[in-house]
C-alpha cells in the first residue's frame, strides 16, 4: 500500500441527502467529485456537471455501417458472386433483402448499445477499481449513497476533505489508498510467454495426434449405410456372386438397333431415314451435331477442327461433293461404326439421335450450297 | 398530492406493499441463492430434469433412427415440431414485450416483474431454436442456414423466408440473452459485494465486471438501457412477423395471407403474457416476493391477457372473414375444415380457450384470484398451442388437389419431445430462481423510495 490518497469517501442516507451534500461540498472548494449509487438517481448529471452521453450517436453510425453493409452483403452474393435465379424473380430483387437488412441493422447496433456502454465509455471490466477494496462497497451497492472528493495526483488535504463531508451529512467517513500499480517484471513475462507458447504446441499436437490414432466420429451413418446394392458390389443372390447381372445374351437395347450392314455402301442401299419431317427433328440434330461433331467437322461441316495443330487427324469436309452425294445410311453408317480415325457413336448417341445428326449434316449441306431453286 | 386525499374508490394500490426497504429487497432478492431454498425446490427440479432428460432421449432417438419415427409424412410435412417452435417463440415474446414496450410507455410496474420475463424469453428461445434445427432432414448441416464463405463457392438464398426467419431467430435470441444479462450486471454487482460463499463472489466479481455504481456508469447504463428498448421493440414485432412469413408467403390455402404478420405478431404476445402470469403465479408465493408483486401486479398482467384475447378474437374474426370475402373456394374450404372438420374440435378448442375464456378477466375479483388466474392462463397456453396446430396441421392435410390430401397422427416421440421441452424450459426457469436475482432490484429501488417517501407524507398530513 503507497501513501498516495485515491479520495475520501462518505456514505449518504439515501438520494436526497447525496443531491444535497455535493453543492456543499463544493462550496467547499472540492471539486472533483464521484457518485457512487445502487441505483440510477436522476439529477445527478447535473449535480455532478456530468457530460452527455455520446452512446446514441455510436448506435447510430453503427447501426447504419450495419444496414448498408447488408444491403451490400446480399447484393454481391445474389447478383455477383452467387447469381441464382428463384421464383422468376429479378437477381437484384431487393424488397426480398430488407428483413435481413433490418435484423443486422439491429442485432449490431444493439451490441453496439452494450459493448460501447460498457467497453467503450464505462472501461468496464475493470478489477482494479479502489472502490471495489472500499469496506463501503456493500453499503453502496445496496440501500447507501456514497460521495468520494477524488484526489488530483495523489494531493488531497484527507481532513479537510473529510470535514466537508462530514459537515454534509456524511458519515462512515472512509481514505481510500491509491492502489500500488505493480509493474510485471521481465521473468514474469517471460514465463508467460513461454507457457502460453507451451499449451498452444501441446494442444495442437494433441489434436493431431488424436485425430491421427482415433478414427473420425462419424454420427448418424444412415444417409451413407443403406440397405441398397452399388454397381459392380458383390452379392450373394445370383449364383456367380454378382450383385449386377449382364443381360442376356442377344439382348438388345430400346433405342440402340445394331447395323446388320457389312460396309457404308450397303448401308446406303438398305437403310431409310424413318424419322419424320419436323422442325423438332431438325433442332435435335443441331443440337447434338454441336455436341457431339462440330468439334471436328466444324459447325458447318466445313472438315475444320476447332482443335489446334496437334491434333493430326483431317476430319472430312461434310460439304465436299461425295458428302452431298453419299445416300443417308451411309452417313448413318459412319456416324455408328467410326471410319478411319473417326470412333463409332453408337454407343453414345441413340438411333433416333443419329438419324437426326443426319438430317441436319442433309439441311447444312443444303444451306452451304444453295441455288436460286431454293429461294423461291 | 398523495392518494390519501383520494376516496378509497379511487385509490390506486401503490406498487409495493407493507414494510420494505432497499436493503430487505436485495434479500428478498437472493432467497434462493444465498440459502437453502424449500423441499419443493428439489422435487420440482427431479421431476423437470428427468422430462427434460427424456425430451433429449427422444430427440437423440429421432436423429439416430431418423424422422420417419414423427408423425409427419406428406402432405402434412410440418408436423409437432414446427408446431412447437412458433409455440415457443410466441412465449419467448413475453420477456421483450414486458421488459422493452412497458419500459418505453413508462409503465413502472413493468419493473418486479421484467427479470424472470426476459428469463422467460431467453428460455423460450432455447427450446424454440432446438425444434428448426432438428427438423431439417440432415440434422448435422443445419449451419448450411448461415452464409459464410465456403469450398462449394454458394451463398443462402436471400429471399427465402425461411433465411429471414434464421436471421430474426438469431438476432433475437442474442439480444434477449445480452439484454437480460447486462439488467443483471448491478444485482450481480450488489451479490458480489453481500454474499458469503467465497467461490460465488469470485463468480459474481467476474460477472458484474467491476461494477461499482459509478454515478457517469449509471448515465451511460440508462443511455444504453434506453437504446436498447426502443430497438428491442422493432425486433419484438419484427420476429414472429418474419416466422409468419414461413407460412404467408407460401402458396397453402389458409396460410397465404396478408393477415399473418400482426396477427402473429398479436398472438405471440397473448400466449407470452399469459406464461408469464403462469410463472409469477407460482413464484410469488414460493419465493414470498409479494411484497414488490402485488395483486395489483397480477392484476394488470391479467387486464393485458384480457385486452389481447379481445384482439386474438378480432383477428380469429378477419381471418374468417378474409376467407369469405377472398370468393376462393379453397381457401373458404380450409376455413370451414377449422371448425366443421374431422377435427372440428382443434379449432374450437382455439377459439374457446383463447377468446371465450379470458372473458372471466373482466370481473376485478376474478383478476386477483390465483385460481382463476392459473386455469386462465393454463388454457391459453394450451389454446395458443391448439392454434399453431389448427393453422399447421389442418392446412397442410387439406391442400388443392384432393388426391393429395393426407391425415396426421403425432407418434409418441412427438409427444415426447413436446413434454421433455416444457421439461427443460421449467428446469432452466428453477436453475435461475436458485442461482440469480428474480427481480431486478436497482429498477424496483427507485420505486421503494418513492412510495415510502409517500407515505411519510401521508402520515404527516
Given at each position: 500500500?503507497?501513501?498516495?490518497?485515491?479520495?475520501?469517501?462518505?456514505?449518504?442516507?439515501?438520494?436526497?441527502?447525496?443531491?444535497?451534500?455535493?453543492?456543499?461540498?463544493?462550496?467547499?472548494?472540492?471539486?472533483?467529485?464521484?457518485?457512487?449509487?445502487?441505483?440510477?438517481?436522476?439529477?445527478?448529471?447535473?449535480?455532478?456537471?456530468?457530460?452527455?452521453?455520446?452512446?446514441?450517436?455510436?448506435?447510430?453510425?453503427?447501426?447504419?455501417?450495419?444496414?448498408?453493409?447488408?444491403?451490400?452483403?446480399?447484393?454481391?452474393?445474389?447478383?455477383?458472386?452467387?447469381?441464382?435465379?428463384?421464383?422468376?424473380?429479378?437477381?437484384?430483387?431487393?424488397?426480398?433483402?430488407?428483413?435481413?437488412?433490418?435484423?443486422?441493422?439491429?442485432?449490431?447496433?444493439?451490441?453496439?448499445?452494450?459493448?460501447?456502454?460498457?467497453?467503450?465509455?464505462?472501461?468496464?471490466?475493470?478489477?482494479?477499481?479502489?472502490?471495489?477494496?472500499?469496506?463501503?462497497?456493500?453499503?453502496?451497492?445496496?440501500?447507501?449513497?456514497?460521495?468520494?472528493?477524488?484526489?488530483?495526483?495523489?494531493?488531497?488535504?484527507?481532513?479537510?476533505?473529510?470535514?466537508?463531508?462530514?459537515?454534509?451529512?456524511?458519515?462512515?467517513?472512509?481514505?481510500?489508498?491509491?492502489?500500488?500499480?505493480?509493474?510485471?517484471?521481465?521473468?514474469?513475462?517471460?514465463?508467460?510467454?513461454?507457457?502460453?507458447?507451451?499449451?498452444?504446441?501441446?494442444?495442437?499436437?494433441?489434436?493431431?495426434?488424436?485425430?491421427?490414432?482415433?478414427?473420425?466420429?462419424?454420427?448418424?451413418?444412415?444417409?451413407?449405410?443403406?440397405?441398397?446394392?452399388?454397381?459392380?458390389?458383390?452379392?450373394?443372390?445370383?449364383?456367380?456372386?454378382?450383385?449386377?447381372?449382364?443381360?442376356?445374351?442377344?439382348?438388345?437395347?430400346?433405342?440402340?438397333?445394331?447395323?446388320?450392314?457389312?460396309?457404308?455402301?450397303?448401308?446406303?442401299?438398305?437403310?431409310?431415314?424413318?424419322?419424320?419431317?419436323?422442325?423438332?427433328?431438325?433442332?435435335?440434330?443441331?443440337?447434338?451435331?454441336?455436341?457431339?461433331?462440330?468439334?471436328?467437322?466444324?459447325?458447318?461441316?466445313?472438315?475444320?477442327?476447332?482443335?489446334?495443330?496437334?491434333?493430326?487427324?483431317?476430319?472430312?469436309?461434310?460439304?465436299?461433293?461425295?458428302?452431298?452425294?453419299?445416300?443417308?445410311?451411309?452417313?448413318?453408317?459412319?456416324?455408328?461404326?467410326?471410319?478411319?480415325?473417326?470412333?463409332?457413336?453408337?454407343?453414345?448417341?441413340?438411333?433416333?439421335?443419329?438419324?437426326?445428326?443426319?438430317?441436319?449434316?442433309?439441311?447444312?449441306?443444303?444451306?452451304?450450297?444453295?441455288?436460286?431453286?431454293?429461294?423461291? | 398530492?398523495?392518494?390519501?386525499?383520494?376516496?378509497?374508490?379511487?385509490?390506486?394500490?401503490?406498487?409495493?406493499?407493507?414494510?420494505?426497504?432497499?436493503?430487505?429487497?436485495?434479500?428478498?432478492?437472493?432467497?434462493?441463492?444465498?440459502?437453502?431454498?424449500?423441499?419443493?425446490?428439489?422435487?420440482?427440479?427431479?421431476?423437470?430434469?428427468?422430462?427434460?432428460?427424456?425430451?433429449?432421449?427422444?430427440?437423440?432417438?429421432?436423429?439416430?433412427?431418423?424422422?420417419?419415427?414423427?408423425?409427419?409424412?406428406?402432405?402434412?410435412?410440418?408436423?409437432?415440431?414446427?408446431?412447437?417452435?412458433?409455440?415457443?417463440?410466441?412465449?419467448?415474446?413475453?420477456?421483450?414485450?414486458?421488459?422493452?414496450?412497458?419500459?418505453?410507455?413508462?409503465?413502472?410496474?413493468?419493473?418486479?416483474?421484467?427479470?424472470?420475463?426476459?428469463?422467460?424469453?431467453?428460455?423460450?428461445?432455447?427450446?424454440?431454436?432446438?425444434?428448426?434445427?432438428?427438423?431439417?432432414?440432415?440434422?448435422?448441416?443445419?449451419?448450411?442456414?448461415?452464409?459464410?464463405?465456403?469450398?462449394?463457392?454458394?451463398?443462402?438464398?436471400?429471399?427465402?423466408?425461411?433465411?429471414?426467419?434464421?436471421?430474426?431467430?438469431?438476432?433475437?435470441?442474442?439480444?434477449?440473452?445480452?439484454?437480460?444479462?447486462?439488467?443483471?450486471?448491478?444485482?450481480?454487482?450488489?451479490?458480489?459485494?453481500?454474499?458469503?460463499?467465497?467461490?460465488?463472489?469470485?463468480?459474481?466479481?467476474?460477472?458484474?465486471?467491476?461494477?461499482?455504481?459509478?454515478?457517469?456508469?449509471?448515465?451511460?447504463?440508462?443511455?444504453?438501457?434506453?437504446?436498447?428498448?426502443?430497438?428491442?421493440?422493432?425486433?419484438?414485432?419484427?420476429?414472429?412477423?418474419?416466422?409468419?412469413?414461413?407460412?404467408?408467403?407460401?402458396?397453402?390455402?389458409?396460410?397465404?395471407?396478408?393477415?399473418?404478420?400482426?396477427?402473429?405478431?398479436?398472438?405471440?404476445?397473448?400466449?407470452?403474457?399469459?406464461?408469464?402470469v403462469?410463472?409469477?403465479?407460482?413464484?410469488?408465493?414460493?419465493?414470498?416476493?409479494?411484497?414488490?408483486?402485488?395483486p395489483r401486479?397480477m392484476d394488470l398482467l391479467n387486464r393485458m391477457v384480457l385486452?389481447?384475447?379481445?384482439?386474438?378474437?378480432?383477428?380469429?374474426?378477419?381471418?374468417?372473414?378474409?376467407?369469405?370475402?377472398?370468393?376462393?373456394?379453397?381457401?373458404?374450404?380450409?376455413?370451414?375444415?377449422?371448425?366443421?372438420?374431422?377435427?372440428?374440435?382443434?379449432?374450437?378448442?382455439?377459439?374457446?380457450?383463447?377468446?371465450?375464456?379470458p372473458?372471466l378477466l373482466w370481473f376485478p375479483r376474478l383478476r386477483r384470484s390465483v385460481?382463476i388466474m392459473?386455469?386462465v392462463?393454463?388454457?391459453?397456453?394450451?389454446?395458443?398451442?391448439?392454434?399453431?396446430?389448427?393453422?399447421?396441421?389442418?392446412?397442410?392435410?387439406?391442400?388443392?388437389?384432393?388426391?393429395?390430401?393426407?391425415?396426421?397422427?403425432?407418434?409418441?416421440?412427438?409427444?415426447?419431445?413436446?413434454?421433455?421441452?416444457?421439461?427443460?424450459?421449467?428446469?432452466?426457469?428453477?436453475?435461475?430462481?436458485?442461482?440469480?436475482?428474480?427481480?431486478?432490484?436497482?429498477?424496483?429501488?427507485?420505486?421503494?423510495?418513492?412510495?415510502?417517501?409517500?407515505?411519510?407524507?401521508?402520515?404527516?398530513?
Amino acid at each position: 500500500m503507497s501513501d498516495r490518497v485515491f479520495g475520501v469517501l462518505g456514505l449518504y442516507r439515501d438520494a436526497d441527502a447525496l443531491l444535497a451534500a455535493i453543492p456543499e461540498v463544493k462550496a467547499s472548494g472540492f471539486t472533483r467529485l464521484e457518485a457512487f449509487t445502487p441505483y440510477p438517481v436522476h439529477g445527478m448529471d447535473e449535480a455532478l456537471d456530468l457530460p452527455k452521453s455520446m452512446l446514441g450517436v455510436l448506435v447510430f453510425l453503427m447501426g447504419a455501417l450495419a444496414c448498408v453493409s447488408a444491403f451490400t452483403f446480399e447484393w454481391w452474393t445474389s447478383t455477383v458472386s452467387y447469381p441464382l435465379r428463384t421464383a422468376g424473380k429479378a437477381m437484384n430483387g431487393w424488397p426480398g433483402w430488407v428483413l435481413v437488412m433490418v435484423e443486422a441493422t439491429i442485432l449490431v447496433s444493439t451490441f453496439t448499445a452494450a459493448f460501447g456502454m460498457l467497453f467503450v465509455f464505462n472501461k468496464l471490466p475493470f478489477f482494479g477499481n479502489p472502490m471495489l477494496e472500499t469496506d463501503a462497497l456493500p453499503a453502496f451497492t445496496r440501500d447507501r449513497f456514497a460521495l468520494v472528493v477524488m484526489s488530483g495526483r495523489g494531493r488531497l488535504d484527507v481532513e479537510a476533505a473529510k470535514a466537508a463531508l462530514r459537515a454534509a451529512g456524511g458519515d462512515a467517513l472512509e481514505v481510500i489508498p491509491e492502489p500500488e500499480r505493480v509493474r510485471a517484471s521481465a521473468g514474469w513475462w517471460m514465463r508467460t510467454v513461454v507457457g502460453l507458447v507451451t499449451v498452444c504446441f501441446l494442444a495442437g499436437y494433441g489434436m493431431d495426434w488424436a485425430t491421427r490414432t482415433y478414427p473420425t466420429v462419424r454420427p448418424m451413418v444412415n444417409m451413407e449405410v443403406q440397405p441398397r446394392l452399388d454397381p459392380e458390389a458383390p452379392d450373394a443372390f445370383f449364383a456367380n456372386g454378382r450383385g449386377m447381372q449382364r443381360p442376356p445374351d442377344g439382348a438388345v437395347a430400346r433405342g440402340y438397333l445394331p447395323i446388320l450392314a457389312a460396309t457404308p455402301e450397303d448401308a446406303g442401299k438398305e437403310l431409310v431415314d424413318p424419322l419424320p419431317v419436323t422442325a423438332a427433328v431438325l433442332a435435335r440434330g443441331r443440337h447434338m451435331f454441336d455436341l457431339h461433331c462440330a468439334v471436328c467437322h466444324d459447325r458447318l461441316g466445313t472438315g475444320k477442327p476447332w482443335l489446334d495443330s496437334t491434333y493430326q487427324a483431317q476430319p472430312v469436309d461434310l460439304q465436299s461433293a461425295p458428302m452431298r452425294d453419299a445416300a443417308d445410311g451411309f452417313l448413318y453408317w459412319v456416324i455408328s461404326q467410326g471410319i478411319r480415325t473417326m470412333p463409332g457413336y453408337a454407343a453414345d448417341i441413340s438411333q433416333d439421335d443419329r438419324w437426326a445428326i443426319v438430317r441436319y449434316i442433309r439441311a447444312l449441306q443444303r444451306s452451304q450450297n444453295a441455288t436460286a431453286e431454293d429461294v423461291k | 398530492m398523495t392518494d390519501a386525499t383520494l376516496p378509497a374508490a379511487l385509490r390506486i394500490a401503490p406498487l409495493v406493499e407493507g414494510d420494505v426497504s432497499l436493503g430487505g429487497l436485495d434479500d428478498t432478492v437472493r432467497t434462493w441463492s444465498e440459502k437453502t431454498p424449500p423441499r419443493s425446490w428439489y422435487i420440482a427440479i427431479t421431476i423437470t430434469s428427468l422430462v427434460a432428460l427424456g425430451g433429449f432421449a427422444a430427440i437423440g432417438y429421432m436423429l439416430y433412427t431418423g424422422i420417419g419415427v414423427l408423425g409427419n409424412n406428406l402432405p402434412v410435412v410440418w408436423g409437432f415440431l414446427i408446431i412447437n417452435f412458433v409455440f415457443w417463440v410466441g412465449i419467448g415474446h413475453a420477456g421483450t414485450l414486458i421488459s422493452v414496450i412497458l419500459y418505453l410507455f413508462r409503465q413502472r410496474w413493468r419493473n418486479a416483474i421484467s427479470r424472470i420475463a426476459e428469463a422467460t424469453t431467453v428460455f423460450a428461445f432455447m427450446c424454440a431454436m432446438i425444434f428448426p434445427a432438428i427438423h431439417v432432414g440432415r440434422p448435422w448441416l443445419p449451419y448450411w442456414l448461415i452464409p459464410y464463405p465456403n469450398q462449394r463457392g454458394m451463398w443462402v438464398n436471400f429471399r427465402s423466408p425461411l433465411i429471414w426467419d434464421v436471421f430474426a431467430v438469431l438476432t433475437y435470441f442474442s439480444v434477449s440473452l445480452m439484454f437480460w444479462y447486462l439488467g443483471l450486471i448491478p444485482d450481480l454487482a450488489t451479490l458480489r459485494s453481500t454474499t458469503k460463499s467465497r467461490f460465488k463472489r469470485v463468480v459474481f466479481r467476474l460477472l458484474s465486471l467491476g461494477w461499482v455504481g459509478n454515478a457517469w456508469h449509471w448515465l451511460q447504463y440508462e443511455k444504453a438501457y434506453l437504446l436498447l428498448a426502443g430497438l428491442t421493440t422493432v425486433l419484438a414485432l419484427s420476429v414472429h412477423s418474419i416466422v409468419s412469413m414461413d407460412f404467408a408467403s407460401s402458396m397453402v390455402p389458409g396460410w397465404h395471407m396478408t393477415i399473418f404478420p400482426p396477427y402473429f405478431v398479436v398472438g405471440a404476445a397473448f400466449s407470452g403474457f399469459a406464461g408469464v402470469v403462469l410463472v409469477f403465479a407460482f413464484v410469488r408465493t414460493a419465493m414470498h416476493l409479494e411484497e414488490y408483486v402485488t395483486p395489483r401486479h397480477m392484476d394488470l398482467l391479467n387486464r393485458m391477457v384480457l385486452f389481447l384475447s379481445c384482439v386474438m378474437a378480432y383477428a380469429y374474426l378477419m381471418e374468417g372473414f378474409t376467407a369469405w370475402y377472398s370468393a376462393d373456394p379453397y381457401v373458404k374450404y380450409v376455413f370451414a375444415t377449422y371448425v366443421f372438420g374431422g377435427q372440428w374440435w382443434a379449432g374450437w378448442l382455439t377459439i374457446t380457450l383463447n377468446c371465450i375464456l379470458p372473458q372471466l378477466l373482466w370481473f376485478p375479483r376474478l383478476r386477483r384470484s390465483v385460481p382463476i388466474m392459473v386455469i386462465v392462463s393454463a388454457g391459453v397456453t394450451l389454446g395458443m398451442w391448439m392454434e399453431r396446430y389448427t393453422i399447421i396441421v389442418l392446412s397442410l392435410k387439406r391442400d388443392y388437389l384432393p388426391s393429395s390430401w393426407g391425415g396426421y397422427l403425432p407418434t409418441p416421440v412427438d409427444w415426447a419431445i413436446l413434454i421433455g421441452s416444457v421439461g427443460f424450459f421449467l428446469t432452466m426457469l428453477l436453475l435461475f430462481l436458485r442461482k440469480l436475482p428474480v427481480i431486478a432490484a436497482w429498477e424496483v429501488k427507485p420505486d421503494i423510495v418513492y412510495y415510502q417517501k409517500q407515505r411519510t407524507e401521508a402520515g404527516h398530513v
